[in-house]
C-alpha cells in the first residue's frame, strides 16, 4: 500500500500539526443568568453547575471567568413575575435591573464583550416572544418594543444586541433606530435560524418563560426545514445584521455548514440548555465520560463552521485548556 493515512495519526505530535479544526475559548460565549437582588446564587435544577446570580456575586464569578480567557459573555434576565405585563413595558424601564448590571459589568470589566438578549418572553406575562392578542403572536405591533428594549440596553454600554425573537423585520427595525439614536458601533448578532425545538426546556426553567398558551411554532423554525434558513439569512444580512445565528447547534450542524458556506458574514451557533444537560445527565449515570464528551460536541459545531459558539460548556472548557 503506497497509500497509508495511519502515517499521519501515528503520534499526538503529527496530529497535532495537521489538525484541520481549531477550537479555543476565544471561540467561546459564555451564559449567564441574572437576578435581582442580594447575596443569590441559585442552582438551576435542569442545569447542573449553573447559576442565578445576584449582580454582587456574578461580578466576582466574571472576574474569575476572565482569569480563564473568557472574554464574551451574554447575559439573560430571570424577571420575576409582578413585574411582567402583556407589552414587556419593564424591558426598557430605567429601573430594570438588568440595565443596571450592564452598566455595572462594563464599568467594572471595559475589555470584555457584553452581549444582550432581545425578546419580549422573560417580561411578558404571556411568555411570547411578541405581542399576543387573542392567541396570535402580533409581528408588526412587537418591532417597536424590541427596538425600545435595544435602544435601553445600547445606553446601559451593551456591545451586541441579541434579537431572539425571531418577528420579521426586527434587525431592520433595530438597526435603524440604533443608528438613529448614535449607536452605529453597537453590532447585532441575530438569531437567524432559531428552530422551534424540544432542548429548551432547562433554558425556560431557568428563567420562568414559558408560553402561558400555546407554542412558538408560528414564528420559530420547523426543524424539517433547512434551505429556510438561507431565506432568514439574506433578510437579516439586507437589514444589518454581523452576525448571524443557528440555534440550537448540535441538532442543525447541517443549517451551520449551509450558512458559512452562503454567507460571507461571521456564523455563530447556540449550544443550547438541552444539549448541555444530556451530557451531564449521561455522564452523571456512567454512560459517557463528560469531558471528552462536551469537547467533541464543541468541536462538532465548530467543525460545522461557527466561529462563535454560546455554550454552558465554556467555563469547563477553559479550566480544562488552561
Given at each position: 500500500m503506497n497509500i497509508r493515512p495511519r502515517r499521519n495519526r501515528k503520534n499526538s505530535v503529527i496530529r497535532d500539526m495537521i489538525q484541520e479544526t481549531q477550537l479555543g475559548v476565544q471561540n467561546l460565549i459564555y451564559p449567564l443568568f441574572l437576578e435581582d437582588g442580594k447575596g443569590v446564587k441559585s442552582e438551576i435544577a435542569s442545569l447542573p453547575n449553573q447559576f442565578r446570580w445576584s449582580i454582587d456575586l456574578l461580578i466576582p464569578e466574571i472576574e474569575t471567568c476572565i482569569a480563564l480567557g473568557i472574554r464574551t459573555f451574554v447575559l439573560f434576565p430571570a424577571v420575576k413575575d409582578e413585574l411582567k405585563d402583556a407589552t414587556a413595558t419593564y424591558?426598557?424601564?430605567?429601573s430594570n435591573f438588568y440595565l443596571h448590571a450592564i452598566r455595572k459589568i462594563k464599568e467594572t470589566f471595559p475589555e470584555i464583550v457584553l452581549m444582550s438578549d432581545v425578546a419580549l418572553d422573560p417580561y411578558s406575562s404571556d411568555g411570547h416572544d411578541g405581542l399576543v392578542k387573542d392567541g396570535?403572536?402580533?409581528?408588526?405591533?412587537?418591532?417597536?418594543?424590541?427596538?425600545k428594549m435595544s435602544i435601553a440596553q445600547a445606553q446601559a454600554g451593551i456591545d451586541i444586541i441579541g434579537p431572539s425573537d425571531m418577528m420579521d423585520g426586527r434587525v431592520g427595525t433595530i438597526r435603524n433606530d440604533l443608528d438613529a439614536e448614535g449607536y452605529e458601533d453597537v453590532s447585532i448578532m441575530s438569531y437567524t435560524a432559531k428552530y422551534a425545538s424540544a432542548f429548551y426546556g432547562p433554558f425556560r426553567d431557568a428563567l420562568d418563560s414559558a408560553p402561558k398558551s400555546g407554542d412558538k411554532k408560528t414564528y420559530q423554525m420547523n426543524p424539517a426545514n433547512k434551505r429556510e434558513?438561507?431565506?432568514?439569512?439574506?433578510?437579516?444580512?439586507?437589514?444589518?445584521?454581523?452576525?448571524?445565528?443557528?440555534?440550537?447547534?448540535?441538532?442543525?450542524?447541517?443549517?451551520?455548514?449551509?450558512?458559512?458556506?452562503?454567507?460571507?458574514?461571521?456564523?455563530?451557533?447556540?449550544?443550547?440548555?438541552?444539549?448541555?444537560?444530556?451530557?451531564?445527565?449521561?455522564?452523571?449515570?456512567?454512560?459517557?465520560?463528560?469531558?471528552?464528551?462536551?469537547?467533541?460536541?464543541?468541536?462538532?459545531?465548530?467543525?460545522?463552521?461557527?466561529?462563535?459558539?454560546?455554550?454552558?460548556?465554556?467555563k469547563d472548557f477553559a479550566q480544562l485548556n488552561r
Open positions: 424591558s426598557y424601564n430605567h396570535v403572536i402580533l409581528n408588526d405591533e412587537t418591532l417597536p418594543i424590541l427596538s434558513a438561507l431565506i432568514e439569512a439574506q433578510l437579516d444580512l439586507e437589514e444589518g445584521a454581523d452576525m448571524l445565528m443557528v440555534k440550537p447547534a448540535t441538532c442543525y450542524l447541517d443549517v451551520i455548514h449551509l450558512l458559512k458556506e452562503a454567507c460571507d458574514a461571521p456564523i455563530t451557533a447556540y449550544n443550547v440548555s438541552g444539549e448541555y444537560a444530556m451530557i451531564h445527565a449521561a455522564a452523571q449515570k456512567g454512560w459517557l465520560d463528560y469531558e471528552s464528551s462536551f469537547v467533541e460536541m464543541l468541536m462538532s459545531i465548530r467543525r460545522a463552521g461557527a466561529d462563535g459558539i454560546l455554550t454552558y460548556f465554556a
